[in-house]
């Protein structure tokens, strides 16, 4: 299991353009995201001021047929057009906790259709999930999107039919990340 | 999340009375298991043999149906008369966490049956269930089961048939370690 993780604060390659609590408890702010895949136990950088963890682990919820379609329309990370991403960490009820898988899979899919949503979006938004709940993490999820600047509408358009889902009311802590890449500085010329 | 520590070595309140490598790499032997939920970090005692971890964590195949029926059947741990413990720690290979949920969900119950058969050794043999593969642990799923010394016959004949599905191709370590409760050590009369 590769462990990632999210270090607000001082350093990073990401910097933070804004911040935004929709529900539950906010993170405090910062100025820089820090992503790395470090050893157990080491930390990121000096004293960032949140340190968020998820794993990337199996899929949940998608059938064969899904994840085919899904492997087959998107893009990946590390795009050099898509200069903007997003960090989405997000918790759900004890309520949706409790659940039985058929009953969580109703909700996610037949209901509120999360993933054929998310596959209108496909390729301009490049998405890694990150699991965290069983790490006892304050989230459950921790989401990760890139995307070019030009598809910002685009992307807040998903987010906002997405947050109007069944789904959704399960939802009750969200915060939502938006960042842009820091450009490389070229060192002078001699 | 409730993380359980099982700690392999020379205390706790399980005495070892077997300890069998059904596939995969073994566990170095232990006389006691050492049975904790810490705090994170800390350490269950000192130089224990080797320690593993698991979190209860949510039913990830079960339907509604089945959760309720399981719940309607089933034992809790620590009956007086279930003086005899298994630990069987599980690791799936990787060809069964690439398969979608469906597919797993259609190996699992409607091929293999496991919730079924389990299913019809209750109450006899009460479980917990513990998650590890997302904290990065050797194992997939630690399983506790606790039960009657007079059941141990029925315990062994479900574990035969369940090894003998489908599922269980999939399954590349597996170890069985079989435990009975220390006696509490009464204090000499005075």
């Given at each position: 299991m590769t462990e990632y993780r999210f270090a607000g604060g001082s350093g990073g390659e990401w910097r933070v353009i804004g911040m935004t609590c929709l529900c539950g408890a906010a993170l405090p702010p910062a100025a820089k995201l820090d992503v790395t895949t470090?050893?157990?136990g080491a930390t990121n950088e000096a004293n960032p001021a949140w340190v968020l963890r998820g794993v990337v682990s199996n899929v949940r919820y998608a059938t064969g047929r899904e994840v085919s379609e899904l492997r087959r329309r998107q893009a990946g990370l590390g795009r050099p057009e898509a200069r903007h991403a997003a960090l989405i960490?997000?918790?759900k009820t004890p309520a949706w906790w409790s659940l039985a898988q058929d009953e969580r899979r109703a909700i996610f899919e037949e209901t509120s259709r999360h993933t054929a949503i998310g596959m209108e979006y496909l390729p301009a938004v490049a998405r890694r999930l990150h699991h965290s709940r069983d790490l006892g993490e304050p989230f459950d999820f921790l989401t990760w999107f890139e995307f070019a600047p030009e598809d910002s509408?685009?992307?807040?358009?998903?987010l906002t039919r997405l947050r109007?889902?069944?789904e959704w009311t399960y939802v009750?802590?969200?915060?939502?990340?938006?960042?842009e890449r820091v450009p490389v500085t070229?060192?002078?010329?001699?």
């Open positions: 470090p050893a157990p960490p997000i918790r509408p685009a992307f807040d358009h998903m109007t889902t069944a009750d802590r969200e915060i939502d990340i938006r960042l070229q060192p002078p010329a001699p």
